[in-house]
Nanobody
Framework: QVRLEESGGGLVQAGGSLRLSCSASGRTYAMGWFRQAPGKEREFVCG????????DYADSVRGRFTVTGDYAKTTVYLQMDSLKPEDTAVYYC????????????????????WGQGTQVTVSL
């Protein structure tokens, strides 16, 4: 069992920035971020393969969000810039711990453990 601790959510005006972090208590092969807005499905945002630094992003955030991983600390960071009201959601950290991967999973089924989520609200 791997426990995840997320931090960094909050309220920001449109055009502003926030940085989320997620620390895992055990081994991770990849770490990702998903988000879920009210009334919508949880969707993939971005992720990173810890050993290679390889990343993948949803088209909606590409160029605005940056994900980085600290392999030694089993921590992942999500730098969110140029935030828009449509980025408002609960953001969830997820990790791949049970199998080795060189690609970032983009589906929920690809991840083994999940954090509790942190609220990000972007106002006009």
């Amino acid at each position: 069992q791997v426990r995840l601790e997320e931090s960094g959510g909050g309220l920001v005006q449109a055009g502003g920035s926030l940085r989320l972090s997620c620390s895992a208590s055990g081994r991770t092969y990849a770490m990702g971020w998903f988000r879920q807005a009210p009334g919508k499905e949880r969707e993939f945002v971005c992720g990173v393969v810890q050993s290679t630094g390889g990343t993948d992003y949803a088209d909606s955030v590409r160029g605005r969000f940056t994900v980085t991983g600290d392999y030694a600390k089993t921590t992942v960071y999500l730098q969110m810039d140029s935030l828009k009201p449509e980025d408002t959601a609960v953001y969830y950290c997820a990790v791949v711990s049970e199998y080795a991967t060189l690609l970032v999973p983009t589906s929920r089924d690809g991840y083994d453990y999940w954090g509790q989520g942190t609220q990000v609200t972007v106002s006009l």
